[in-house]
């Protein structure tokens, strides 16, 4: 897994392979999400060990990571949100293939992170709602992900 999250860091990610209407190994998605929860940890100025750990389990949990897979993962993520210009690149990738489902458990994530310190930062706030806005959900489902988060359960149909 960390050699081929180093290959795709240099081959698969890179913007001109993005345009090509094909689809990705799992770990080029990864890859993705990752950068995207790490833009989320760092928008408020500071990356903390509680933001880390829930983007570690996260991903050992909703992918099957080792923990040294998942920190490969962070820091081939970092380096490569480092050299994007916005998060499109990375939303366009998880759009092209993943189901619903799979965008609102990323969603789900976003606010794990935004939440780990206890506390929603008005950049982190603005930042989920354009991950979820880039990954073609509606407000509903946004909201949804977020009381879920909170309060630990999904709403039932015709409950809102």
Not at 40 to 46: H, K, M, Q, V
Request: proline residues 1%.
């Amino acid at each position: 897994m960390i050699d081929m999250v180093k290959r795709l860091l240099f081959k698969e990610t890179r913007n001109d392979s993005l345009k090509n209407d094909v689809k990705y190994p799992a770990e080029s998605i990864y890859l993705a999400t990752c950068a995207i929860l790490l833009e989320l940890a760092n928008i408020d100025g500071e990356f903390t060990e509680d933001e880390k750990n829930k983007i570690i389990s996260a991903f050992k949990r909703d992918y099957n990571l080792s923990e040294e897979d998942v920190s490969a993962l962070i820091e081939a993520s970092d380096k490569e949100l480092k050299e994007s210009i916005d998060l499109w690149q990375f939303t366009n990738l998880i759009n092209r293939n993943y189901s619903l489902e799979q965008k609102i458990q990323i969603v789900d994530t976003v606010w794990k992170v935004a939440y780990a310190d206890g506390i929603l930062d008005q950049h982190e706030d603005y930042l989920a709602h354009k991950v979820a806005t880039l990954l073609r959900l509606n407000h509903k489902q946004l909201i949804d992900s977020k009381l879920s988060v909170i309060y630990g359960s999904k709403p039932q149909n015709g409950q809102d």
